[in-house]
């Protein structure tokens, strides 16, 4: 198991950790790569990263889904983040990408792996391990 | 692979199962812990289990994320379920946790991992498999 | 890892892929079947496919839980698909299913896999490994 370090800057953002995970994974022989967050606020995904507006798009639309509004119950003194627990759970706290038979990550054309912070700005910790 | 049963008291319920997960894998050897639930109305998350009352704030915003009153076709008799298919999905079916050097699960500090219940009471079923 | 050609027919579809899944992994030995898609606007779960209109129920949940009228920033000269890449997200990009001892799926009674379409009609691939 490795131990990446990623930094966010705002309170909700998709953060772009593929050359990261890649630079992690090292060629290392395997089936597939989990990528796993130990976090209760943020969580990973996988989509487009050629256009950096579907990121934006995503910050926007999980601040929708769960709303700040929504009359939450867990209140921890000078933190306002309950919204962000089930954000981070709606995407996930772990991916799992195939392994090619070169050791290459089998992510698609347009696939990204991205850091989801939804209780930034923040230092947090991504774990990547490869399964045999 | 283990089985363990669970036992939900509420239509929507999260219950914390770390406990049981680790008794489960029990200082077994390998890369990462999967479980899973073979239910169509219950899902997996991994998120805080400090304040009993995030859970319940799960509770609550996945019963406004996906609300009762949208026009369900799948009707069963006797059961008002449908909208508790799409709320187990948004979950997800698994989690796989990375496990340490020590054969512990690589959770953080805040983390637990919940069984998510959308349709009980009901007993339930969760495998737990060591990946190598 | 085999690679699976899968056709939609609508803009958002869920598609039973159970036994293609199945027929991939063929007896293979392992702990788990990882299935995973290479695109950013589908993803896959796990849910009920004895009654075909949970997977309709589904499509429509997935249309109301992220809106086409969001003000996305995400635009493609004559493609309208910014709220695709969200909804591919929160079903998410791979489902992991342990085996059994036999060498089956270890679903549940009611559990099959579903390719989820979130920017049809389109070709598309799924990629199949086998877990140590």
Not at 24 to 42: E, K, N
Not at 71 to 94: C, F, K, T, V, Y
Request: proline share 5%; hydrophobic share 40%.
């Amino acid at each position: 198991m490795r131990e990446l370090t990623v930094t966010t800057d705002r309170h909700t953002q998709l953060l772009d950790i593929t050359s990261q995970v890649r630079d992690a994974v090292g060629g290392a022989s395997g089936a597939a790569v989990l990528v796993y967050v130990p976090h209760t606020t943020a969580g990973l995904t996988i989509n487009e990263h050629a256009d950096p507006l579907v990121a934006r798009d995503f910050e926007m639309a999980m601040e929708k889904i769960v709303a700040e509004g929504w009359g939450w119950q867990h209140i921890e003194e000078g933190e306002e983040n309950a919204p962000s627990h089930p954000r981070a759970s709606l995407m996930g706290p772990q991916v799992l990408i195939p392994l090619r038979d070169d050791g290459e990550l089998a992510l698609g054309t347009w696939q990204g792996i991205f850091f989801c912070e939804f209780d930034g700005p923040r230092t947090r910790s991504v774990y990547v391990t490869v399964l045999a």
